[in-house]
């Protein structure tokens, strides 16, 4: 397979054969995942530290899964209560990782780059779980693969991202991958959730769910990030969803077999009604969940195949 990287930090450097790389490998762990006996071993013998600087049920479960399902030590390491709090610099915490000797590095991290920055001082291979609002890439690959299955293919659909664009990672990193694919990108919200300069990234821009929503493929919502939120983003979450919750009457204004997506957690009656949320027919919200552990096994498993050993008696 043609994955040539040592980290996985963002979509922004990935070509479309990385891409399709980890997607096509995701789909044999997709039918592992469903068979009574769910293990294997490309993982044996290494060591997985998952570094959470912010909460996160399903993605650090889901990495944690990942790893064990694949045979590796995984060990969480709950960031909260930790030297961090005493002083601790990012830089030594790499240098006290770098003792330890891990192999793989998931880290999620409430300030852009800093994922980045501890990529370029530990001796493993990093996986970026999300920093700041920068990017959230196997969020990106997991939707991909989603959207692959249902729809049968990646490029030159119409994908519509709907919210708080201002505040989240995960449509940043869609909008790259998409972008790779072809695809006719429409960022739909509140004029205050677009973020400045949204124009210059090749996307459509549109205040007004009929016209963002029309002809879509894919309509993916996102949750309001009301703790990245300074001030007075929206009037109400009533009027809100009023204005850019989906609901039927907003979701007709997709292709008729148009499919649904939400990142989670999600805030059923703000950007999302209850009963398209759980639409068998058209919503895929648990199948990204299940796509995830299978696209973070894949992600692992690839960077694993290009870690390099240090050679003997060499500084850590």
Same mark, same amino acid.
């Given at each position: 397979?043609?994955?040539?990287?040592?980290?996985?930090?963002?979509?922004?450097?990935?070509?479309?054969?990385?891409?399709?790389?980890?997607?096509?490998?995701?789909?044999?762990?997709?039918?592992?995942?469903?068979?009574?006996?769910?293990?294997?071993?490309?993982?044996?013998?290494?060591?997985?530290?998952?570094?959470?600087?912010? %909460?996160?049920?399903?993605?650090?479960?889901?990495?944690?899964?990942?790893?064990?399902?694949?045979?590796?030590?995984v060990m969480n390491m709950s960031m909260g209560t930790t030297s961090l709090e005493k002083g601790e610099s990012l830089i030594d915490t790499a240098l006290t990782l770098n003792a330890m000797h891990p192999d793989?590095?998931?880290?999620?991290?409430?300030?852009?780059?800093?994922?980045?920055?501890?990529?370029?001082?530990? %001796?493993?291979?990093?996986? %970026?779980a999300g920093d700041g609002r920068h990017e959230h890439p196997t969020q990106a690959l997991l939707d991909a693969l989603t959207i692959r299955r249902a729809r049968g293919r990646l490029h030159r659909l119409n994908?519509?991202?709907?919210?708080?664009?201002?505040?989240?990672?995960?449509?940043?990193?869609?909008?790259?991958?998409?972008?790779?694919?072809?695809?006719?990108?429409?960022?739909?919200?509140?004029?205050?959730?677009?973020?400045?300069?949204?124009?210059?990234?090749?996307?459509?821009?549109?205040?007004?769910?009929?016209?963002?929503?029309?002809?879509?493929?894919?309509?993916?919502?996102?949750?309001?990030?009301?703790?990245?939120?300074?001030?007075?983003?929206?009037?109400?979450?009533?009027?809100?969803?009023?204005?850019?919750?989906?609901?039927?009457?907003?979701?007709?204004?997709?292709?008729?077999?148009?499919?649904?997506?939400?990142?989670?957690?999600?805030?059923?009656?703000?950007?999302?009604?209850?009963?398209?949320?759980?639409?068998?027919?058209?919503?895929?919200?648990?199948?990204?969940?299940?796509?995830?552990?299978?696209?973070?096994?894949?992600?692992?498993?690839?960077?694993?195949? %290009?870690?390099?050993?240090?050679?003997?008696?060499?500084?850590?």
């Amino acid at each position: 397979m043609g994955f040539s990287h040592s980290h996985l930090l963002g979509i922004e450097h990935l070509k479309q054969s990385d891409i399709v790389a980890v997607l096509d490998l995701a789909e044999s762990y997709v039918d592992l995942n469903r068979r009574q006996e769910k293990h294997a071993d490309a993982l044996s013998g290494l060591t997985q530290i998952n570094m959470f600087f912010e %909460n996160s049920t399903r993605t650090q479960a889901s990495f944690e899964i990942a790893g064990k399902r694949l045979g590796a030590d995984v060990m969480n390491m709950s960031m909260g209560t930790t030297s961090l709090e005493k002083g601790e610099s990012l830089i030594d915490t790499a240098l006290t990782l770098n003792a330890m000797h891990p192999d793989l590095l998931v880290v999620r991290h409430p300030h852009s780059g800093a994922v980045n920055l501890l990529a370029e001082k530990v %001796n493993c291979a990093v996986l %970026n779980a999300g920093d700041g609002r920068h990017e959230h890439p196997t969020q990106a690959l997991l939707d991909a693969l989603t959207i692959r299955r249902a729809r049968g293919r990646l490029h030159r659909l119409n994908i519509a991202i709907c919210g708080d664009i201002a505040h989240s990672r995960v449509a940043r990193s869609n909008i790259l991958l998409f972008g790779r694919m072809e695809s006719r990108i429409h960022l739909v919200g509140p004029s205050t959730l677009i973020p400045a300069g949204a124009a210059d990234w090749g996307v459509e821009i549109h205040e007004d769910m009929q016209e963002g929503l029309r002809g879509a493929d894919v309509v993916m919502m996102l949750r309001l990030q009301r703790e990245r939120m300074d001030g007075g983003f929206i009037p109400s979450e009533r009027e809100y969803f009023h204005r850019f919750g989906l609901d039927a009457e907003k979701l007709g204004f997709a292709k008729p077999d148009a499919i649904v997506m939400h990142p989670g957690p999600m805030n059923r009656g703000v950007e999302i009604d209850g009963t398209i949320a759980d639409d068998i027919n058209r919503s895929v919200i648990q199948e990204q969940v299940e796509m995830g552990v299978a696209v973070r096994m894949a992600a692992m498993d690839l960077l694993a195949r %290009n870690l390099e050993t240090p050679p003997s008696g060499s500084a850590v």
